[in-house]
């Protein structure tokens, strides 16, 4: 539905020149709803920005459904207000001076096709009624919460039926609370009318909630594409791992692999990893275990366990953090069901469970680890602990 | 002020019995004011009181009495106001006035505007003329202005009266009241140029892009959207341009007297150079015009905060949207390179040529062989010129050391302290922004004849530093408040935690944080007193003539080239002082007009 080539965006005047969008191809299927994820200034926005024609690129093509919207090479650009698409803005950007109903009229009385009023009316009730606010129609909109106001947005950019939904960091500006609650109405209708959507966020969990395909995005690029399952449980680049909020990372190289597995040789024992990218034997790697799958214990019955003291505990309220040091490194392991009762100093055995650790190649370029220690300090100074 | 800050207010006095009521009373005000906070409070409120009632207090009482400052017995009345609002002559003087007004403020509105539209908005090129250009009504004095126009337009000699002649176009009679209105917009149009960039770059650009990506066409966007959304600030623009221009005294004087076009602010003048003195009409006219200026004020208020209420909150670091508008984008340019050459280079370039010929006459070559430098040297050699400039000195630094500590104390209160009744102050700092600075020196000049006060304070400078004060409190307020607001409770509080001495947490912290703002208020109070004349032409007299009386009453001698140099020297010396403060705004972030 919607594919993008070699897409790439200069902005001037920047302290550091590098591109903001730096060749990037994407391509998102008719009715998925696939996330730009990434850390902020990583090109997400400006790559949505582009597709909506917001922005001009400096060079690659984009075509919506089928249509080509924009090659600088080729001279085409077509305005925003001719493209098929509907917008949701971080800052609502509902508009002050009309009401809830304006707001979600607008679009089929001034956009392409002009509908009489009253048909206009009808069709937008019935997006105000999609996204439960049939009630508040005739409220002038700054009466309005945020939470309602950005549903108002979701109304207005589906009222007039776009090929394509663009959504950027829709729920960044709401309460946590409230996040959820749209969170779920912006998935509820994304699947029930079935709509090509692209979500933006710098938020993890978001990504994972709503998406059929999250793309990781990092510097005016992608690092790695993938179903949220597989983001999740079996990232591919050391950026991805750090992002995804796996904090436990040790060193190690390969002593063997095969199809499925490869044998870690780590200061703490022989491990057996999920392989990613070329491992030949002897290359370095770092492991990277989550801290759902360190679990502790008294004793080691396996054999398998590393022996540590406790050195802090955090309460979550549905599970408990324990931060172990195991030699010079602090691992963190959450347990969701507390029996052992730990404190300070108790000593304690770390047992990774089997074909969760995830072994990637340590990253050459320096400039990506770098990007990676500032996104999960804690990790980065464990790291720089053992070397 | 360390108990000031420190100590949280007071718990409210336990509710006392009914009967006794008088006594309890009584000690509660005497409780009250054992709090140094309240001491400071009511020695401040009392001071900011004096300064912003009394001269708008004083001219409503002249206007009610039947004769005042005179030895006879004076009763109250309301004769003058009969009299006054039903002579023909005043109504015509209302319509002059109005259309004046009215007509300066649609214009550079307009042109303002629009400018900032250009520069905020579109990839027109060299938006640095545009910019450059709006610095500049801070650097000439509206003085200088209207004498660099009068010498531009001037009926034969004017340099582009003479340039209209040669392509065969007819003059332009600039003592007239489209003059009137050409001069002030030129003065006034890049303060609407400022207000419009402040309103196009506080929009949030995503309601416009909204408006696009639901397929409205980029004409219908601009005005269903960015119009509509501006509306409030073009109108709050409007209303405050014409109230500065209703209540200013150059244009009007030098343009409107000679070509017979009488506004509010020359026929007061009129009147208090005739004598005897009707100082009761005087007062009505004052009284009309502090009506009408307050009733402006407040409207426009209104305006803009409905409009900044009206916003919807923005997303953090949105980038203004630049459209781009092809070939248009060089008529932009044209446009403001057009802005340009009006707003500074002719003046400026006038005021340059003027100051080097022993007599006026227009640009050309034969001109060029009479250059010389001897008017310079003539200001020098004129011992009334300098004690004119050092006159202004002393009053404007006066008035800036002034204004620096009393709004700093205004600032203190209403924004570190709890007090009750610290709004009601900050809204008495800023009344005399609404009193018309004409309304101001004839209000202070009919106070000081009239007040019962031991000493003699009419023909002092003291009296003009009082004017310069209150004038320039609210603008010292404005840079103080929010260098105040920055220094967060717990920046102090932090301090104190970590052991430092109230002392020390004022010396390293306090001092460091304020310090830009306080300069910035301070010179930028320098810059306003150095150029007043509106009030200070009521209050001068020989001995303490101030800079700007003097190039007045130079040019009502016809000493044109003297004007000229004395003009160049002060737009030199006000750059220099932007110059420093647009420096520490910078700094410091504080870059708010």
């Known amino acids: ?387 | 002020m360390s108990l000031i800050s420190r100590s949280r207010p007071a718990p409210p006095p336990a509710r006392a019995p009914l009967s006794p009521a008088r006594s309890t009373r009584t000690r509660t005000v005497l409780e009250w004011f054992r709090d140094p906070r309240h001491i400071l409070l009511a020695v401040v409120a009392l001071v900011v009181t004096y300064l912003a009632v009394v001269p708008a207090a004083t001219m409503a009482v002249a206007s009610l009495q039947s004769s005042f400052l005179n030895t006879g017995p004076a009763e109250w009345t309301l004769r003058h106001y009969t009299e006054t609002l039903g002579s023909a002559d005043f109504w015509t003087l209302v319509g002059n006035s109005f259309a004046y007004a009215a007509a300066t403020a649609v214009l550079c509105t307009v042109i303002g505007f629009g400018l900032a539209y250009l520069v905020t908005r579109t990839n027109t090129p060299a938006k640095f003329f545009a910019q450059v250009a709006a610095l500049i009504p801070l650097i000439i004095p509206g003085i200088l202005n209207t004498v660099a126009w009068a010498l531009l337009f001037a009926p034969h000699t004017g340099a582009l009266n003479v340039l209209l002649g040669t392509l065969h176009l007819p003059a332009f009679n600039i003592y007239s009241l489209s003059g009137m209105v050409l001069v002030q917009s030129m003065h006034v149009t890049p303060v609407a140029f400022l207000m419009g960039t402040a309103a196009f770059t506080s929009m949030d650009s995503s309601l416009e892009e909204a408006a696009l990506s639901s397929g409205a066409p980029p004409r219908r966007v601009f005005r269903t959207i960015t119009a509509r959304l501006i509306r409030p600030a073009i109108m709050s623009a409007a209303l405050l341009m014409f109230v500065q221009t209703i209540s200013t005294f150059e244009v009007p004087q030098l343009i409107g007297v000679p070509g017979h076009t009488f506004v509010f602010v020359s026929r007061i003048y009129k009147a208090l150079q005739t004598f005897p003195t009707d100082y009761g009409t005087v007062g009505v006219t004052g009284i009309f015009i502090l009506a009408v200026a307050t009733v402006g004020l407040w409207l426009s208020r209104r305006l803009s905060g409905s409009g900044a209420a009206a916003q919807t909150i923005t997303g953090k670091g949105y980038r203004p949207t630049v459209t781009d508008i092809g070939r248009w984008r060089w008529l932009g340019l044209a446009v403001f390179v057009l802005f340009f050459v009006c707003a500074v280079a002719l003046p400026l370039l006038m005021l340059v040529w003027s100051s080097l010929l022993p007599g006026y006459e227009p640009p050309s070559l034969s001109a060029l062989h009479h250059l010389t430098l001897a008017n310079y040297r003539d200001i020098l050699a004129t011992p009334a010129l300098i004690s004119s400039v050092r006159n202004s000195l002393v009053t404007a630094v006066l008035a800036g050391v002034i204004v620096t500590v009393l709004s700093s104390l205004v600032a203190y209160i209403t924004v570190k302290t709890k007090v009750r009744g610290r709004g009601v102050l900050e809204g008495l700092a800023t009344v005399p922004l609404a009193v018309p600075s004409v309304v101001m020196g004839v209000g202070i000049l009919y106070w000081y004849l009239t007040a019962p006060i031991p000493f003699q304070m009419y023909g002092t400078l003291t009296i003009l530093v009082i004017a310069f004060v209150t004038i320039g409190l609210p603008y010292g307020l404005r840079y103080i408040v929010p260098g105040m607001a920055q220094i967060k409770d717990e920046l102090e509080e932090a301090a104190a935690a970590s052991g430092a001495t109230w002392l020390r947490t004022f010396r390293r912290i306090y001092v460091p944080l304020l310090v830009p703002s306080l300069l910035a208020a301070f010179l930028y109070t320098v810059i306003v007193a150095f150029r007043e004349i509106s009030a200070a032409i009521f209050l001068y007299t020989q001995d303490t003539q101030v800079v700007s009386v003097t190039i007045y009453q130079e040019w009502s001698n016809g000493s044109y080239p003297i004007v000229a140099a004395l003009g160049v020297a002060i737009v030199v010396f006000l750059a220099l002082i932007v110059a420093l403060v647009r420096l520490l705004g910078s700094k410091t972030g504080l870059n708010r007009q």
């Open chain 1, 1 to 387: 539905m919607i594919e993008v080539r070699g897409l790439v965006k200069r902005f001037e005047g920047r302290a550091v020149s590098r591109n903001a969008v730096d060749g990037i191809d994407l391509d998102v299927p008719e009715g998925k709803l696939v996330t730009l994820l990434g850390p902020s200034g990583c090109g997400k926005t400006t790559t949505l920005r582009l597709i909506a024609g917001l922005e001009r690129p400096d060079a690659g093509r984009i075509s919506i459904g089928g249509k080509l919207v924009c090659a600088p090479g080729e001279g085409v650009y077509v305005g925003v207000h001719h493209r098929p698409i509907g917008v949701v803005f971080q800052s609502y950007a509902v508009w002050p001076h009309m009401t809830a109903i304006e707001n979600v009229m607008f679009p089929l009385r001034s956009g392409q096709k002009r509908l009489p009023r009253a048909e206009a009316r009808r069709r937008a009730m019935e997006a105000l009624d999609m996204v439960g606010l049939a009630d508040l129609a005739d409220r002038p909109a700054p009466a309005l919460s945020g939470g309602q106001q950005q549903r108002i947005s979701l109304a207005r950019a589906l009222t007039r039926e776009p090929e394509v939904l663009l959504l950027d960091e829709p729920l960044s500006n709401l309460d946590a609370g409230l996040r959820d609650r749209v969170r779920d109405e912006i998935r509820g209708v994304q699947q029930r009318l079935g709509i090509t959507t692209v979500f933006v966020t710098h938020d993890q969990d978001e990504a994972l909630a709503v998406s059929d395909e999250v793309i990781v995005m990092d510097r005016g690029r992608i690092v790695e594409r993938g179903a949220a399952q597989e983001i999740y449980a079996w990232p591919r680049e050391e950026f991805t791992a750090r992002f995804m909020g796996i904090s436990n990372s040790l060193p190690g190289t390969v002593l063997s692999r095969d199809a499925n597995t490869v044998e870690i040789d780590l200061v703490q024992g022989r491990l057996s990893c999920l392989p990613t990218g070329k491992l030949s034997e002897g290359s370095s790697v770092n492991v990277f275990l989550r801290p759902e799958s360190l679990v502790l214990s008294r004793k080691d019955p396996s054999g398998r366990g590393w022996k540590g003291t406790v050195e802090f505990s955090i309460y979550h309220g549905d599970c408990w953090d324990y931060h172990v040091r195991v030699g010079d490194t602090l691992l963190r392991s959450r347990m969701y069901r507390e029996k052992i009762g730990l404190a300070h100093g108790d000593p304690v055995y770390v047992v990774p469970e089997e074909a969760t650790a995830i072994a990637i190649p340590v990253n050459t370029d320096g400039d990506a680890s770098g990007a990676g220690a500032s996104l999960s300090g804690a990790t980065a100074k464990g790291a720089g602990d053992i070397g």
